[in-house]
Nanobody, 115 residues
Framework: QVHVVESGGGLVQPGGSLRLSCAAS????????MGWYRRAPGAQRELVAT???????NYADSVKGRFTISRANAKNTVYLQMNSLKPEDTAVYFC?????????WGQGTQVTVSS
């Protein structure tokens, strides 16, 4: 079993920055992918940024150049640095870990971009 916890959400003005953190615990050996997704009000959950094979990354077009995914050396902790935030970035942000083909999701952290 893998337990995933996100933190770092909050209220920020347009143009501001936030850093989200995600930590996986439990059976963390062989976790082979971690990434960030989000669900805006009235919308489906969508990919924001993930690590793919090795240290390769994949970003949604809407966040390229503004968001950066990174991870700690232990590789069971990932971060999402969000800069130049826009109102349309308002969503619940979720972290996902994949281990042996099974997905483990956190409860999500709310990010609200508003003046």
């Amino acid at each position: 079993q893998v337990h995933v916890v996100e933190s770092g959400g909050g209220l920020v003005q347009p143009g501001g920055s936030l850093r989200l953190s995600c930590a996986a615990s439990g059976d963390i050996s062989s976790i082979n992918l971690m990434g960030w997704y989000r669900r805006a009000p009235g919308a489906q959950r969508e990919l924001v940024a993930t690590f793919t094979s090795g240290d390769n990354t994949n970003y949604a077009d809407s966040v390229k150049g503004r968001f950066t995914i990174s991870r700690a050396n232990a590789k069971n902790t990932v971060y999402l640095q969000m800069n130049s935030l826009k109102p349309e970035d308002t969503a619940v942000y979720f972290c996902k870990a994949i281990r042996f083909g099974l997905s483990y999701w956190g409860q999500g952290t709310q990010v609200t971009v508003s003046s």
